[in-house]
């Protein structure tokens, strides 16, 4: 019989990067929950030295409600003994050779007592600096990998990277792994080290024309995102994403590789218990805004598949995967962890429950009146949207800049907020565009394959590694679990 992931994760000792993200403290939590057995968890954390990087574990990890069942379960000082034994912070970078460790003694220790390492420290901002985002999320994974292949006892390296590495295109995406230099715009070549060479360029040339920081920010920032679409991917996250994903696919010799790819990580379903989140999801700034009375006009086709998954399910199924793939020399696999394929939920069963919910539990204004919320306008194509922002905003305010214009005592910042805002309202919506009008489906049959299997073989404690999509009711997650959830760890801090 195969291995369940309880006995699988005793005696490992386990490397992960990007430790205080969201979806690293869930799998965190997990494990301590599920097998306090675990030999020892390296936490690889951006921090200054060991102290900082203490602090940051004790302040952003252990001592967030996430761990409210351990701490209620084994008591304050019992939790923070078992944290003390099992989990090492280590300040470090994945941008950087050797990930940034400079101890010599605790490079070589853990090189010698590493099992399985788990990469899913990331930059997630659609726009980010080109310089940041190829350095954290296409060379930090080459650099994540070379630090697995020094691990004498590396049975597995489990990526995580994003399911809309895809881009753009509609239909079906199958769980395929890129070709080195792969573009999705037809037949352009990518070569990942000419990008590297013109983001340094660019950025030579910007600090020899004595750009200011927040200049050559936005000129790395467009830079991104112009490469991007150069190559067909909507922007720079996705874009970088799919890089690393070539490198280390390219690179990695006989070292095993998973790559897990979920689509948008929601609250917890269920584990360590329902509604868990931290900060607003892609999803997420929609809603809040909509239970604000803010969202007047919407971009979103109603029939669009939104594919969200809970944050708890990503982490069994990486949890699942790491036991099914440990020391299988020379596989590469990937996995789609998401929902549209086996239980897809669309943006008007979002917006419906949405609306139900804030009509029955309104949110409550400063002045302490409840907020009143309207379905808005919903617009499904960019150009109807464009056309209905020109109407609505763009012409009443060209009207209140000629008043500002002939009367420049009277309106003149009233003017310059709207247009800020109406800026920034328009640059969202464009960042957004390609998963607010996403065509696609993530075909998941390697992960149900997986399901299957384990479901025949594989005997787990009532259910704890659950990662099948099937199992949500998305009308009672969203307006009993997911909102609530959004108020309580998001609105309310």
């Known amino acids: 019989m195969e291995s369940n992931c309880v006995q699988f994760l005793g005696d490992k000792t386990i490397l992960i990067t990007g430790a205080p993200g969201f ?6 939590e997990k494990i301590l929950r599920l097998q306090p057995n675990v030999k020892k968890m390296y936490l690889l954390l951006r921090a200054s030295d060991d102290k900082a990087a203490m602090l940051r574990l004790r302040c952003e990890v252990v001592e967030i409600d996430l761990f409210r069942v351990l701490r209620k379960d084994l008591g304050e000082e019992n939790l923070n003994a078992l944290v003390r034994e099992k989990i090492v912070p280590v300040p470090g970078d994945i941008s950087v050779h050797n990930l940034g460790l400079k101890d010599s003694d605790l490079l070589q220790r853990m090189w010698s007592e590493i099992d399985i390492i788990i990469n899913i420290a990331a930059t997630t901002n659609f726009d980010e600096r080109y310089d940041i985002g190829l350095g954290i999320n296409t060379f930090g994974a080459l650099n994540v990998l070379n630090f697995a292949k020094k691990c004498v006892k590396a049975q597995l390296l489990l990526h995580v990277s994003t399911a809309y590495v895809c881009g753009e295109h509609t239909g079906l995406f199958l769980e395929k792994p890129f070709k080195m230099g792969e573009s999705l ?5 990518l070569d990942i080290n000419v990008e590297f060479e013109l983001m340094k360029q660019k950025l030579k040339e910007l600090e020899h024309q004595d750009c200011s920081e927040e200049e050559i920010s936005q000129s790395m920032k467009d830079l991104g995102m112009s490469r991007a679409k150069l190559h067909g991917w909507p922007n720079t996250y996705v874009f970088t994403k799919a890089m690393g994903e070539m490198l280390i696919g390219n690179s990695r010799e006989n070292l095993p ?3 897990v790819r979920p689509t948008m990580i929601t609250s917890t379903l269920a584990e360590p218990f329902p ?20 969202l007047k006009c919407f971009l979103a086709d109603s029939n669009s598949v939104f594919d969200l998954i809970p944050a708890d399910m990503v982490a069994n199924a990486m949890i699942a995967t790491a036991t099914a793939h440990s020391g299988e020399t020379g596989i590469q696999t990937i996995y789609h962890v998401g929902s549209s394929f086996q239980n897809p939920v669309t943006f008007e069963q979002l917006h419906e429950n949405a609306a139900r919910y804030f009509t029955k539990k309104p949110l409550v204004a400063r002045n302490g009146s409840p907020i009143i919320v309207s379905k808005g306008t919903i617009l499904p194509t960019m150009a109807q949207f464009s056309l ?9 305010l060209q009207i209140l800049r000629l008043i500002n214009i002939i009367y420049p005592w009277s309106e003149g910042d009233k003017y310059n907020d709207l247009s800020r805002k109406l800026k920034l309202a328009m640059r969202l919506v464009e960042l957004y565009e390609p998963y607010l009008l996403f065509k696609g489906i993530f075909d998941d049959l ?5 399901r299957i299997r384990r479901k025949e073989n594989i005997k787990e404690l009532d259910g704890s590694f659950e990662f099948d999509p099937k199992t949500i009711n998305w009308d009672d997650y969203i307006a009993n679990i997911h909102i609530p959830g959004l108020i309580t760890y998001v609105l309310k801090q």
């Not at 979806?23 to 965190?28: E, F, H």
């Not at 715009?185 to 070549?189: L, T």
């Not at 390697?446 to 997986?450: C, D, F, K, Q, V």
Request: proline share 2%; no cysteine; glycine share 10%.
């Open 388 to 396: 209905y922002m020109t109407l609505r905003y763009k012409i009443p």
């Open 257 to 259: 590789l998973v790559i």
């Open 185 to 189: 715009s037809g037949d352009k070549k």
């Open 23 to 28: 979806l690293a403290k869930v799998l965190v």
């Open 275 to 294: 509604g868990w989140i931290e900060g607003l999801r892609t999803i997420d700034s929609v809603i809040v805004a909509f239970g604000k009375g803010r």
């Open 446 to 450: 390697n992960t149900e394959r997986l």
